[in-house]
Nanobody
């Protein structure tokens, strides 16, 4: 079991920055991957960025060059630095942890944090 708590959302003007944090209830050292997803009203939840235990990263095309995902194993925390924010980045942002216990994969989600970007 992993509990995830996100923070750092808020209201920001276009062009501004925010840093989201996701704190896990246990060590993330052995967690296979952690990621950020977002869901805008009326839309499906979509991948924003993922970081593996080996610190490989993947980004959605829409955020490449603007967002950076990182993990601090010592603090059991994953971050999402968001720069040059656009109104279309407005959404609820969710943290996800993927734990592999072969042959089973477990997904854990946080409760989400709202990000609103005004034009």
């Amino acid at each position: 079991q992993v509990q995830l708590v996100e923070s750092g959302g808020g209201l920001v003007q276009a062009g501004g920055s925010l840093r989201l944090s996701c704190v896990a209830s246990r060590s993330i050292f052995s967690i296979s991957a952690m990621g950020w997803y977002r869901q805008a009203p009326g839309e499906q939840r979509e991948l924003v960025a993922v970081i593996t235990s080996g610190k490989s990263t993947t980004y959605a095309d829409s955020v490449k060059g603007r967002f950076t995902i990182s993990r601090d194993n010592a603090e059991n925390t994953v971050y999402l630095q968001m720069n040059s924010l656009k109104p279309e980045d407005t959404a609820v942002y969710y943290c996800k942890a993927v734990v592999l216990v072969p042959p089973v994969k477990y997904d854990y989600w946080g409760q989400g944090t709202q990000v609103t970007v005004s034009s």
